[in-house]
């Protein structure tokens, strides 16, 4: 129940903010017609706000291009021909069923501007911003496990906000060929299987999920989970050290 009123006062706090925004940029995010779709979108700024990004919507990038995966976001801010590009690596922890959850987010930022002309035009060239949201487009199926890939950009004056259901399951579909081949295309060129393993070791956590129902734990020995209990519990006192009216 907490977590369902934590989910309604956000979504209602992205609609006023929808609202306010729309003299600075005209917003589109689409709402399908078998359920509210902007519930994509609520869980995307809900991400954004856990991760530290500056919100798409209010940036000051003239274009700007931000790509989610369950696992990756990867950026792009354009100004001109100035082009800076970051990959940012997360996963938030996952507590044992019997301790409340910390909330904690481990991230990493990498720096792309050495590719970042690379990637704009790779954005460009796959027409990749011409695709409509996958509830505009006809044949397109919807699950709940696979993977969702949420697009958002800015042109000027206008904000874009998109999302896609495993698109290797849309084959049938010629924009489901373009998606796939668009994220196929920018993940090869912004990650490596070194990159992963590297920032898979270096998770602080016991178990950790980036979201839905899968998640990871590292296999450890009695001691080493008391240890890794005691040090969640010295960060929840911390907390509650911190909020304490003084």
């Known amino acids: 129940m907490r977590n369902v009123r934590r989910i309604t006062l956000f979504a209602f706090l992205v609609f006023f903010?929808?609202?306010e925004s729309t003299a600075q940029r005209l917003v589109h995010i689409p709402k399908g017609a078998q359920r509210d779709t902007t519930y994509m979108y609520t869980y995307?700024?809900?991400l954004c706000w856990k991760l530290g990004l500056p919100e798409v919507l209010h940036d000051t990038c003239n274009h700007h291009f931000r790509l989610?995966?369950?696992t990756h976001v990867i950026d792009v801010c354009k100004n001109g021909n100035d082009v800076t590009a970051n990959l940012i690596r997360w996963t938030e922890e996952i507590t044992p069923y019997n301790e409340p959850a910390t909330g904690r987010i481990f991230k990493q930022?990498?720096?792309?501007?050495?590719s970042g002309s690379k990637i704009d035009s790779l954005i460009e060239d796959s027409k990749i911003k011409n695709i409509p949201d996958e509830h505009e487009i006809e044949g397109w199926h919807r699950g709940f496990d696979g993977t969702t890939?949420?697009?958002?950009?800015?042109d000027d004056s206008v904000y874009y906000f998109k999302s896609y259901w495993t698109p290797e399951s849309q084959q049938h579909t010629r924009e489901g060929v373009v998606v796939k081949h668009f994220i196929d295309r920018i993940m090869a060129m912004v990650e490596t299987p070194e990159g992963r393993k590297q920032f898979s070791?270096?998770?602080?956590?016991q178990c950790w999920t980036n979201g839905g129902i899968s998640m990871a734990c590292k296999v450890l020995t009695k001691e080493q989970a008391g240890k890794y209990k005691r040090e969640r519990n010295q960060y929840r006192k911390a907390i509650k050290l911190q909020r304490r009216p003084t």
């Open 109 to 114: 930022f990498y720096s792309l501007n050495a």
């Open 68 to 70: 989610w995966s369950d």
């Open 149 to 154: 890939y949420m697009i958002e950009y800015t």
């Open 201 to 205: 070791t270096m998770i602080p956590f």
């Open 44 to 46: 995307q700024q809900e």
């Open 17 to 19: 903010m929808i609202t």
